[in-house]
C-alpha cells in the first residue's frame, strides 16, 4: 500500500519541476557559482543528523510502536549531539554540556509551542468528524454532492465528473485552516461515502482526498506552507502564495486521473505491468502540457492560441481510457507543431532584422 503514493508524488514534483524550469528560461535565471568547502567534509561534520532517520527504520523493523520509536530516535540525536558538543568544546565539557542543557529545554519549548495548535486542530478536527459520523450528517453532505452533479445531467459519467469537480473543490475548502491530517480525516467522512456511492474504489479515494488535503496547503487565500516560507525567507506573503499556488497548478487535475476511470488505479501501481506503464506515460505528458499552459514557455515563449490547445490535450490525457489519450496526444501535437512553426517564423524575422 505503501508503494501507491509513489507516481502520485513523481507527478507532483515533475509539475512543480516543469513550472520552475518554464520561468527560469523566461526570466533567463543563469548559475551561480559559490564557495563551499568540501561535501565530504561537510558530510563527515554533521552527517550523524542523518542517524536519527536510520534509527527510526531500524527500530520499526524491529516491531517497535512508531511513536516509541520516534522517541527513541529523537533521544539518540540528542545524545550525538551531545558528544559533538564536547569534542568540539573550546572551553571545556561543562560548558558544552551547559549550553547542550539549554538547547534541549530550548527545543522543547518551542515544539510544546508548536504543537499546542496542531493538537487543537486535531482535537477540533476530531469533534466535526465524530459529529458527522454520529449524526448521520457525512452522509447526507455525501448524498448533496452526488445530487448537485445530478441536477446537471444525467449521464452516469457527467455525475462522476461533476461529483469529482465538487469534491475536489469540498476538500480544498475543508482544508484551507487546518493541517493536512485532520483535513483528510474530516474530507474522508464527508466525501469518501460520495466517491464510493459512485463505484470509486477505497485506494482511488483514498489518494483522491489525499492528496487535494495536501494541496491545501498551497491554496490560497490561506495556504499555510507558502506563507510559513513567507516568513522563512522574508518574502511578501500574498506574491509567495500565488506564486506555489502557480507552480502547484498541474498537480491540481492530477488527482482526478485516479477516480474518473478504472485504469486510474494504475497510477496506485495497482494493476498490470503494461497498463502501468502507459498510463504513466499519459500522465506525465498531461502534466508537461499543463506546465506549458501555466508556464506559458516551450522552447521559447508560447502564445495564448497555441496555449489553448494544450489545455483540451491536457483534459483528455488525463482521462486515462485508450481512444481519449489518443486524442489528447492529438493536441498535444497539433500544439507542439504550432509552437515550433511559430518559433521559426519569429527566428526568421529575428535574421531579416538583424541583416
Not at 512543480?16 to 559559490?34: L, P, Q, S, W, Y
Not at 515544539?111 to 495548535?117: D, I, K, Y
Not at 485504469?263 to 497498463?275: E, R, Y
Request: charge should be neutral.
Amino acid at each position: 500500500m505503501y508503494a501507491a503514493g509513489v507516481f502520485p508524488t513523481v507527478l507532483y514534483y515533475l509539475g512543480i519541476v516543469f513550472a520552475v524550469e518554464a520561468d527560469a528560461r523566461r526570466f533567463g535565471a543563469k548559475a551561480v557559482n559559490t564557495e563551499h568547502g568540501s561535501a565530504w567534509r561537510l558530510l563527515l561534520r554533521g552527517g550523524y543528523h542523518l542517524l536519527s532517520l536510520a534509527i527510526i527504520v531500524v527500530f520499526l523493523a524491529l516491531d517497535i510502536p512508531p511513536f516509541a520509536a520516534v522517541v527513541y530516535a529523537t533521544g539518540v540525536a540528542a545524545l550525538f549531539t551531545l558528544i559533538s558538543g564536547l569534542v568540539r568544546a573550546e572551553h571545556g565539557p561543562g560548558p558544552a554540556a551547559l549550553k547542550w542543557l539549554r538547547d534541549i529545554v530550548d527545543a522543547l519549548s518551542a515544539g510544546v509551542r508548536g504543537a499546542l495548535p496542531v493538537v487543537a486542530v486535531c482535537a477540533a478536527a476530531g469533534i466535526i468528524t465524530s459529529t458527522i459520523t454520529k449524526t448521520g450528517l457525512g452522509q447526507e453532505l455525501a448524498d448533496a454532492l452526488v445530487s448537485a452533479a445530478q441536477a446537471i445531467t444525467s449521464n452516469p459519467t457527467a455525475i462522476l465528473v461533476f461529483t469529482v469537480v465538487f469534491a475536489a473543490l469540498a476538500v480544498g475548502v475543508l482544508g484551507l485552516a487546518v493541517p493536512v491530517t485532520a483535513s483528510f480525516i474530516i474530507a474522508w467522512v464527508v466525501i469518501g461515502p460520495a466517491l464510493g456511492a459512485l463505484g470509486v474504489a477505497d485506494a482511488e479515494r483514498a489518494m483522491f482526498i489525499f492528496y487535494y488535503a495536501v494541496l491545501s496547503e498551497v491554496t490560497p487565500p490561506t495556504a499555510l506552507a507558502a506563507v510559513a516560507s513567507a516568513a522563512i525567507t522574508g518574502g511578501r506573503i500574498t506574491a509567495t502564495m500565488m506564486q506555489a499556488w502557480k507552480y502547484t497548478l498541474p498537480a491540481f487535475l492530477v488527482p482526478i486521473a485516479f477516480v474518473l476511470t478504472d485504469n486510474g488505479s494504475a497510477l496506485l501501481l495497482q494493476s498490470d505491468p503494461l497498463t502501468i506503464v502507459w498510463v504513466a506515460a499519459a500522465s506525465i505528458v498531461a502534466v508537461a502540457a499543463l506546465s506549458v499552459v501555466t508556464g506559458g514557455w516551450l522552447a521559447g515563449p508560447v502564445s495564448r492560441p497555441v496555449r489553448l490547445l494544450f489545455v483540451p490535450g491536457a483534459l483528455c490525457l488525463l482521462y486515462l481510457e485508450p481512444p481519449v489519450v489518443a486524442i489528447g496526444l492529438g493536441f498535444c501535437v497539433l500544439g507542439l507543431v504550432a509552437q515550433l512553426v511559430l518559433r521559426r517564423r519569429e527566428t526568421i524575422k529575428e535574421v531579416r532584422d538583424a541583416d
